[in-house]
C-alpha cells in the first residue's frame, strides 16, 4: 500500500524559508511516477504548487515559481518543498501527493494525510 | 493562465441526482483532461473522476463526469445522493505547460 507523510515545522516566521518533506512508503519515487505538492488555506480551496519526476524534471505553479523549489531524494525515498520569503498568505495545509500518469493525462491517485503550517512571528 | 470557475455550494436530497458544473475561462474545457477530487471534512482529497470521465476502482458508477464544449465547461454528475457524499468537490485540469489549476470548490449537501 502506498503511504505518504509529510513532515516539518508547523510555524515559520515571516521572510523565512518553509521547508517540508514527504517520506513515501510503499512505492518507489524512481519508478515511472511524478510526486507533488498541493496546498489549502484554512476553509479555502486547493492550490497546485508543482510536481516533479524522479530524474529531477519539475513543474511549478507560475504564481509560486520565484519562490519554489521541489527536490527528489532517491536514496531516502522522499521528497522535499521549499518555499522562500513566507507570508501569512502561505498559511494552509500542505499535502505531497503521487501524480498517477495514463495514457491520456494525470491525476493524484495518492495523498498525505496533510500538514498545518503557519506563517507568523 | 485560465481559470476553472465551480458554483461554491449546491444542494440536493437523498436518492436524487445532483450535477456541478466547472467552467474554464479561456481555452477549450476539451483541450486539457478533467479530473475530480472529493474532500471530506478534516480528510485529505480523494480522486472520484480522471482523464474526464474515468473512474478510479471503488468509486461506485453512481459518479459520473462529462464536459460541454458549447459551454466550455465539464460536469460532475451524481446519481441516487447518499449522505456521504455530502463533501466538497474540487476541479482540476492543466494547461499547455503542464502547469495544474483547480477549481475553487463546490460543497454538496445532502438532506
Known amino acids: 500500500q502506498v503511504q505518504l507523510q509529510e513532515s516539518g515545522p508547523g510555524l515559520v516566521k515571516p521572510s523565512e524559508t518553509l521547508s517540508l518533506t514527504c517520506a513515501v512508503s510503499?512505492?518507489?519515487?524512481?519508478?515511472?511516477?511524478?510526486w507533488g505538492w498541493i496546498r489549502q488555506p484554512p476553509g479555502k480551496g486547493l492550490e497546485w504548487i508543482g510536481t516533479?519526476?524522479?530524474?529531477?524534471?519539475?513543474y511549478y505553479n507560475p504564481s509560486l515559481k520565484s519562490r519554489v523549489t521541489i527536490l527528489v531524494d532517491t536514496s531516502k525515498n522522499q521528497f522535499s518543498l521549499r518555499l522562500s520569503s513566507v507570508t501569512a498568505a502561505d498559511t494552509a495545509v500542505y499535502y505531497c501527493?503521487?501524480?498517477?500518469?495514463?495514457?491520456?493525462?494525470?491525476?493524484?491517485?495518492?495523498w498525505g494525510q496533510g500538514t498545518l503550517v503557519t506563517v507568523s512571528s | 493562465n485560465f481559470m476553472l470557475t465551480q458554483p461554491h455550494s449546491v444542494s440536493e436530497s437523498p436518492g436524487k441526482t445532483v450535477t456541478i458544473s466547472c467552467t474554464r475561462s479561456?481555452?477549450?474545457?476539451?483541450?486539457?483532461?478533467v479530473q475530480w477530487y472529493q474532500q471530506r471534512p478534516g480528510s485529505s482529497p480523494t480522486t472520484v473522476i480522471f482523464?474526464?470521465?474515468?473512474?478510479p476502482s471503488g468509486v461506485p458508477d453512481r459518479f459520473s463526469g462529462s464536459f460541454d464544449m458549447s459551454s466550455n465547461s465539464a460536469s460532475l454528475t451524481i446519481s441516487g445522493l447518499k449522505t456521504e457524499d455530502e463533501a466538497d468537490y474540487f476541479c482540476?485540469?492543466?494547461?499547455?505547460?503542464?502547469?495544474?489549476?483547480f477549481g475553487g470548490g463546490t460543497h454538496l449537501t445532502v438532506l
Open positions: 501527493a503521487r501524480l498517477r500518469i495514463t495514457a491520456a493525462g494525470s491525476h493524484f491517485d495518492y
Open positions: 510503499g512505492y518507489s519515487v524512481s519508478s515511472t511516477y511524478y
Open positions: 516533479i519526476y524522479h530524474s529531477g524534471s519539475t
Open positions: 479561456s481555452g477549450s474545457i476539451a483541450s486539457n483532461y
Open positions: 482523464d474526464d470521465n474515468q473512474r
Open positions: 482540476q485540469s492543466y494547461d499547455s505547460n503542464n502547469h495544474g489549476v
